[in-house]
């Protein structure tokens, strides 16, 4: 039976029924919708859904009323159309007690490196431009000399990333020559960076020295030939080697390295600037430190510890940073504007080493209080158990957040946070409860440990936005 009455001979033909595009197109709904989105993208969306209700009738659908009659095809346009434009790319709350999270898109940037990036970003700027000359300036410049005051480099160079860094430096150093390493510190970081590969595409032939846990100076000694370009310590940043373990120290490693005619190059990995141990973190070297201990190149992250852009920094002799800067592919890993004008901005903010932590984000959320933290959750408590009454239980937990991106691996920072622990539902159902809050305008990540959905309140530093959305988690009716 169908609700519909065709004219006889569509009878059994119920594709016929679905409207033509043109129809659609000159329908009022179709009009208003070619006029928000264009001709083009609306008319391929009414083909889509035109063939999504060709297939339902031919399924079986009862009635083209609902399926396929205009007003219905031009509301399923309109859903289409909506989350296509709907940008890919999107905020989220990190939630997840990793507060430098390269899934979620490491620092957080200060609203002055914001502010450099937007006043730069719709017209024309200095990028390579000499004002005081007229004339072709190198965009390195920028930010040059703020990286040599903060690093006491005499030259620096930035490129993409800091995998880009060690590839470029490497592949200038070293190309058809060899480098020893240690085999303790053969890091693979984040599953594609992997330092015999990025070794092995730069040109130059790695050479593993002394063993995975112990690795003494004679080993380097005993590693050079004629054929040797460099020598390499490389940040074990995302594990530690304990026990019985031995590591040549950057200062032994380049006065070898010396002895011998040839350049020490460091890949420190997350590069911070300043001892954050003045600041009740864990210490890490900095960049400074390990350029005095004799360094001759270093490279690291902008956006790990340091809290920039994502980037990478070239920072020592000024001499190989020239070499560097006319290595050919230095044009294809260089940086754009708006990263200079972010990173720019974020190193100014160095110069005054007092009110950095509370100026940049990733070290004011790397120092939080955790007694501030707890004092959020408990605020965040009873609004929460409300939007989730009937299907999980809510309560303030102590936990720990981790600083991430491979910077002091084994560093714990107490904090605090939410247990959401689901009333009903099984084993899989603090899986799906996060999967619910994932789907929220403002996606909120947490992490799923011991049958609960854990946020780690370290990262959120404006509640408003999460507390407004909780009415859309939908009723334990609606839940699935
Ligand atoms: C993180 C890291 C890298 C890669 O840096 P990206 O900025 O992610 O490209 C390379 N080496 C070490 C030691 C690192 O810790």
């Given at each position: 039976?169908?609700?519909?009455?065709?004219?006889?001979?569509?009878?059994?033909?119920?594709?016929?029924?679905?409207?033509?595009?043109?129809?659609?197109?000159?329908?009022?709904?179709?009009?208003?919708?070619?006029?928000?989105?264009?001709?083009?993208?609306?008319?391929?969306?009414?083909?889509?859904?035109?063939?999504?209700?060709?297939?339902?009738?031919?399924?079986?659908?009862?009635?083209?009323?609902?399926?396929?009659?205009?007003?219905?095809?031009?509301?399923?346009?309109?859903h289409?159309?909506?989350?296509?434009?709907?940008?890919?790319?999107?905020?989220?709350?990190?939630?997840?007690?990793?507060?430098?999270?390269?899934?979620?898109?490491?620092?957080?940037?200060?609203?002055?490196?914001?502010?450099?990036?937007?006043?730069?970003?719709?017209?024309?700027?200095?990028?390579?431009?000499?004002?005081?000359?007229?004339?072709?300036?190198?965009?390195?410049?920028?930010?040059?000399?703020?990286i040599c005051?903060?690093?006491?480099?005499?030259?620096?160079?930035?490129?993409?990333?800091?995998?880009?860094?060690?590839?470029?430096?490497?592949?200038?150093?070293?190309?058809?020559?060899?480098?020893?390493?240690?085999?303790g510190?053969?890091?693979?970081?984040?599953?594609?960076?992997?330092?015999?590969?990025?070794?092995?595409?730069?040109?130059?032939?790695?050479?593993?020295?002394?063993?995975?846990?112990?690795?003494?100076a004679?080993?380097?000694?005993?590693?050079?030939?004629?054929?040797?370009?460099?020598?390499?310590?490389?940040?074990?940043?995302?594990?530690?080697?304990?026990?019985?373990?031995?590591?040549?120290?950057?200062?032994?490693?380049?006065?070898?390295?010396?002895?011998?005619?040839?350049?020490?190059?460091?890949?420190?990995?997350?590069?911070?600037?300043?001892d954050?141990?003045?600041?009740?973190?864990?210490?890490?070297?900095?960049?400074?430190?390990?350029?005095?201990?004799?360094?001759?190149?270093?490279?690291?992250?902008?956006?790990?510890?340091?809290?920039?852009?994502?980037?990478g920094?070239?920072?020592?002799?000024?001499?190989?940073?020239?070499?560097?800067?006319?290595?050919?592919?230095?044009?294809?890993?260089?940086?754009?504007?708006?990263t200079?004008?972010?990173?720019?901005?974020?190193?100014?903010?160095?110069?005054?080493?007092?009110?950095?932590?509370?100026?940049?984000?990733?070290?004011?959320?790397?120092?939080?209080?955790?007694?501030?933290?707890?004092?959020?959750?408990?605020?965040?408590?009873?609004?929460?158990?409300?939007?989730?009454?009937?299907?999980?239980?809510?309560?303030?937990?102590?936990?720990?957040?981790?600083?991430?991106?491979?910077?002091?691996?084994?560093?714990q920072?107490?904090?605090?946070?939410?247990?959401?622990?689901?009333?009903?539902?099984?084993?899989?159902?603090?899986?799906?409860?996060?999967?619910?809050?994932?789907?929220?305008?403002?996606?909120?990540?947490?992490?799923?440990?011991?049958?609960?959905?854990?946020?780690?309140?370290?990262?959120l530093?404006?509640?408003?936005?999460?507390?407004?959305?909780?009415?859309?988690?939908?009723t334990?009716?609606?839940?699935?």
């Amino acid at each position: 039976m169908r609700a519909v009455s065709a004219p006889p001979g569509e009878q059994r033909e119920p594709l016929a029924r679905v409207p033509s595009i043109d129809d659609l197109l000159r329908s009022p709904g179709g009009l208003a919708l070619v006029d928000a989105y264009g001709r083009t993208l609306v008319t391929d969306a009414f083909r889509a859904v035109a063939a999504d209700a060709r297939a339902k009738l031919a399924g079986g659908a009862a009635s083209a009323a609902g399926v396929a009659d205009v007003a219905a095809l031009v509301e399923a346009a309109a859903h289409r159309l909506a989350a296509m434009m709907t940008p890919s790319l999107i905020p989220v709350l990190n939630l997840t007690g990793t507060v430098l999270h390269t899934n979620l898109g490491r620092a957080p940037l200060p609203p002055e490196a914001i502010a450099a990036m937007s006043a730069v970003a719709a017209g024309a700027s200095n990028l390579e431009f000499d004002l005081a000359r007229g004339r072709r300036g190198e965009r390195d410049a920028l930010v040059e000399d703020w990286i040599c005051r903060l690093t006491g480099a005499e030259a620096a160079t930035v490129v993409n990333n800091n995998a880009a860094a060690v590839l470029l430096v490497l592949n200038t150093l070293a190309r058809r020559r060899e480098v020893p390493v240690s085999r303790g510190e053969l890091v693979e970081i984040g599953g594609s960076f992997r330092i015999p590969e990025v070794m092995s595409r730069a040109g130059a032939r790695l050479v593993e020295v002394g063993t995975t846990n112990r690795t003494h100076a004679r080993d380097f000694v005993e590693a050079i030939t004629p054929r040797t370009a460099a020598l390499m310590k490389v940040h074990t940043s995302n594990y530690v080697v304990s026990g019985f373990t031995a590591a040549v120290p950057e200062r032994e490693l380049a006065r070898i390295a010396h002895d011998a005619g040839l350049p020490c190059v460091v890949d420190l990995g997350s590069g911070t600037l300043l001892d954050l141990a003045r600041y009740g973190l864990p210490r890490e070297q900095t960049v400074a430190e390990t350029l005095a201990a004799g360094a001759d190149l270093v490279t690291f992250s902008g956006d790990k510890l340091l809290g920039g852009p994502q980037c990478g920094i070239v920072a020592g002799r000024a001499e190989m940073v020239a070499r560097v800067r006319r290595n050919p592919m230095k044009r294809a890993l260089r940086v754009d504007k708006l990263t200079l004008a972010a990173l720019g901005a974020v190193l100014r903010l160095y110069a005054d080493p007092a009110r950095v932590c509370e100026r940049l984000p990733t070290l004011r959320l790397l120092t939080r209080p955790q007694g501030d933290i707890r004092a959020l959750a408990e605020q965040l408590r009873p609004a929460l158990a409300a939007a989730l009454e009937g299907r999980a239980s809510v309560s303030v937990i102590e936990c720990s957040s981790q600083i991430g991106s491979g910077a002091l691996p084994v560093e714990q920072l107490p904090s605090a946070g939410l247990a959401l622990r689901p009333l009903t539902g099984g084993g899989r159902a603090p899986e799906r409860l996060a999967a619910r809050f994932r789907e929220l305008p403002l996606p909120v990540v947490g992490r799923v440990s011991d049958g609960a959905l854990v946020f780690d309140l370290r990262c959120l530093e404006d509640a408003q936005p999460f507390l407004a959305q909780l009415a859309q988690l939908g009723t334990a009716e609606s839940s699935p």
